[in-house]
């Protein structure tokens, strides 16, 4: 039976697989930019016979390479192994050109003079130069593979220097010799000096240049795979959840809150004669209905910076300020209840729903302490707002059948909004002038709203 952890695997592989392969294409789109650099350079009508036969050498190098990464970019699969190859010749190509003179070069005469001018004219840079295309292909696998070879390459290259004839090398310096200060600059000086101290020392930063990009690169991996998993999980949480909910439950590690008592807004809103309008549809047209209300309930919730708890059938409920520290909920959610309504009407304007009848909405809105927290064990937890500020605003949205508003909100509510808005908020509430005291089932005591009676 496979994990569970397989799927995202795949999904991240295909994701660097695909990027592997526009590392390839810009690998080849950049050995295209350095040979044309190189046939600016070395193709002149005074170029010696030396330049003319390194540039017969890089187009040798540069051109078959071009079309084995174009071709494995496009084809991929089980071609990827001449990527590979090609790293291995282009290691050896390059310690080949870096070191190995000119055979046309009119300095023939002097094979070691020879030896010291390539290497001194050239030493490491096109290792250097290579090595940071190949890191475009953000696979720590063929830097580390290309560095290798490169390492052996020029080990051998090394190895061939001091055993040519007539080359000075800097080993020659030793204890036997002792010479002075100027007997080693006049040796510095000497065309066919070599220091191999210092080719080898650049060859050591060549290779720990390669480990660094190698562990660099499958860093980045690593944390692109964090990224795309978090981002993953994100996604599904908010599937199900509010974004703003969604973004806490990802940042944390551990439960939200544990029974926490906070005050908040609670917003209650659902369609008035929804079961008659039901009754009469077919379930797909019943559901669209559904989604296009939810859409826009929840937009509008979202806008305003509320959080919707759940749907309960056409019902939506929220909460202004039960998870995080909104400010100016009471404002907030008036404003959100006001832009559904005004959505819905607009909505049902451009295409009634019911044969012509408006359909209406009904909002209740309560603040006051509710319980925040985890409900469940678990697998099965969700967070959730609860306590009688909730029931209260869920029996105030029902009441406006009774009392003919499209919102009634508590007096505590009405209050709260006036604190925060000392200035805006009796405006607000000049369209919702009318107050009464009613009976609200599951309370004891009569509770004081505030509705418009349209």
């Known amino acids: 039976m496979p ?113 010291g001018f390539v290497v001194r004219d050239r030493g490491v840079v096109f290792s250097m130069i290579m090595m940071a295309i190949i890191i475009m292909t953000f696979s720590p696998r063929l830097i580390l593979w290309f560095g290798f070879w490169l390492f052996a390459s020029w080990c051998g290259a090394i190895w061939w220097l001091m055993t040519r004839p007539g080359v000075i090398v800097s080993q020659h310096f030793g204890d036997e010799w002792n010479p002075s200060q100027q007997e080693i600059i006049d040796t510095y000086n000497l065309p066919e000096f070599v220091d191999i101290s210092a080719l080898a020392e650049q060859v050591i930063i060549v290779i720990v240049f390669t480990l660094a990009c190698a562990v660099m690169v499958s860093r980045l991996r690593v944390l692109i795979n964090q990224s795309a998993a978090s981002e993953r999980a994100h996604g599904n949480l908010a599937r199900y959840f509010p974004t703003a909910l969604a973004d806490q439950l990802a940042d944390r590690d551990e439960p939200i809150r544990v029974g926490e008592r906070r005050e908040c807004v609670i917003l209650f809103a659902d369609v008035i004669g929804f079961s008659r309008f039901a009754e009469k549809r077919d379930p797909q047209e019943v559901m669209r209905f559904l989604n296009q209300f939810h859409h826009i309930a929840t937009s509008q919730i979202g806008a305003y910076g509320g959080i919707v708890e759940k749907y309960i059938g056409d019902a939506v409920m929220a909460s202004f300020a039960a998870f995080d520290d909104l400010e100016n909920p009471a404002a907030n959610a008036f404003c959100a209840a006001q832009a559904i309504i005004a959505q819905v009407a607009e909505w049902q304007a451009r295409a009634p729903a019911n044969g012509g009848e408006p359909l209406e909405i009904g909002v209740g809105l309560n603040f006051g302490p509710a319980v925040v927290g985890d409900i469940g064990q678990r697998e099965a937890v969700t967070p959730a707002v609860i306590g009688a500020t909730v029931n209260l605003a869920a029996r105030l949205e029902k009441a406006t059948r009774e009392l003919g508003s499209d919102t009634v909100m508590s007096e505590q509510f009405a209050n709260r909004l006036r604190k925060e808005a000392p200035v805006a908020g009796p405006i607000l509430l000049a369209r919702y002038a009318q107050t009464q005291t009613i009976q609200v089932k599951g309370f004891s005591e009569p509770v004081g709203v505030r509705f418009n009676g349209c």
């Open 3 to 115: 994990s569970k952890t397989e799927p995202s695997e795949s999904i991240f592989e295909r994701l660097v697989a695909r990027e592997e392969k526009r590392g390839l294409i810009l690998v080849a789109f950049l050995r295209i930019c350095l040979l044309a650099f190189i046939l600016l350079l070395f193709s002149k009508p005074d170029s010696p016979t030396g330049k003319l036969y390194t540039l017969l050498e890089v187009l040798g190098w540069f051109i078959p390479g071009v079309f084995v990464q174009l071709f494995v970019a496009f084809r991929g699969g089980k071609s990827y192994w001449m990527i590979y190859l090609l790293a291995v010749i282009d290691a050896v190509l390059i310690v080949y050109v870096s070191v190995v003179p000119d055979p046309l070069n009119p300095l023939l005469d002097h094979p070691a003079w020879l030896y």
